[in-house]
């Protein structure tokens, strides 16, 4: 995935993609992910996705809409910063 962020866990490697690439706060934004499993995982068939201000102890307030697309694709809807500061995401 051309110009995508980059996590891993021990048993996963996720490249996510912003839509907006750089989302204002209070307005809605979508992402593109893209789950690899490392030798010995399962592939992923569901993908639970937040976003956390690891400053104020929360998450956000909207739960995103997450639909698979096949292949380890994903496509997330209806995500939202409501307020500025330091975000992280969760997969």
Do not use: I, T
Request: aromatic share 10%.
């Amino acid at each position: 995935m051309k110009d995508a962020r980059r996590a891993e866990s021990a048993a996963y490697a996720v490249a996510y993609r912003l839509s907006p690439e750089k989302p204002g706060v209070s307005r809605h934004f979508g992402m593109e992910v893209v789950v690899c499993a490392k030798a010995g995982a399962p592939a992923a068939e569901g993908l639970k996705l937040d976003a956390r201000m690891p400053a104020h102890g929360h998450g956000m307030n909207y739960a995103a809409k997450v639909r698979a697309l096949g292949g380890g694709r994903f496509q997330a809807e209806g995500l939202m910063f409501h307020m500025p500061g330091r975000w992280e995401f969760v997969f």
